[in-house]
């Protein structure tokens, strides 16, 4: 009976040192898929972030990609209505420079006087055509600065219509004029201009030939 009960309690300390063992094995390999795991989410965050940071980068870079098309589809539009309006105004200054040559011998006052007025009214407008041109490229390169002035913005929009005369006279559009006081405003003149010249431009764009346009 004796040598049962060792043998029993031989045999219950090999099962509690295998049961001891086998906690201590369970405990390590729990731990480990603990530190697995929470280096797995880790790493899906991160990958998270990482495809959210992509996704923002491919965001942007479309925005400025569309903000770039655009520009470029505006600057395309300014650079055709500017270079013809200056090729009419040239052409202008040349004809008339040499309808000017031509009357020196005959001494007509009045109608040299006409070509000189012809002549100095292009050079105003061409002029006004580069100021235009340098306002737009301050405007798309955010260089351009506010200084508020008074304007007589009556005076600006006729200076404006006078630019797209041309234009307005290949369509056969009538533009008329409709103010009933005489009226001011307090803004930067450059920006006005821009603003004014985009509202007659596309005026004349959108009217149908032989139209008519009221300011």
């Not at 991160?46 to 491919?58: D, G, P, S, W």
């Not at 020196?104 to 041109?133: C, H, P, T, V, W």
């Not at 001011?184 to 959108?206: G, Q």
């Amino acid at each position: 009976f004796f040598c049962l009960i060792i043998v029993l309690l031989i045999l219950y300390s090999i099962y509690y040192i295998r049961l001891r063992v086998f906690e201590k094995q369970n405990d390590h390999l729990s731990l480990l898929v603990s530190e697995k795991t929470h280096d797995l989410l880790d790493a899906n965050e991160e990958l998270l972030q990482q495809n959210t940071a992509i996704a923002e980068k491919e965001l942007l870079l479309q925005i400025r990609n569309d903000e770039l098309q655009n520009s470029n589809i505006t600057k395309d539009k300014l650079f055709t209505l500017i270079s013809h309006d200056l090729k009419t105004h040239f052409t202008g200054i040349k004809e008339n420079a040499g309808n000017l040559n031509k009357t020196k011998a005959q001494k007509n006052d009045n109608e040299r006087q006409g070509y000189i007025d012809s002549i100095y009214s292009s050079s105003k407008k061409i002029n006004a055509l580069i100021d235009l041109f340098s306002q737009w490229s301050k405007s798309q390169s955010k260089a351009i600065q506010c200084n508020p002035e008074n304007l007589d913005v009556e005076t600006m929009i006729r200076e404006t219509i006078s630019l797209f005369y041309n234009a307005a006279l290949a369509k056969q559009i009538d533009i008329q004029l409709s103010f009933e006081q005489q009226f001011s405003a307090f803004a930067d003149k450059e920006m006005i201009t821009v603003v004014l010249h985009n509202v007659i431009n596309n005026a004349i764009k959108f009217t149908e030939k032989q139209g008519s346009i009221t300011v």
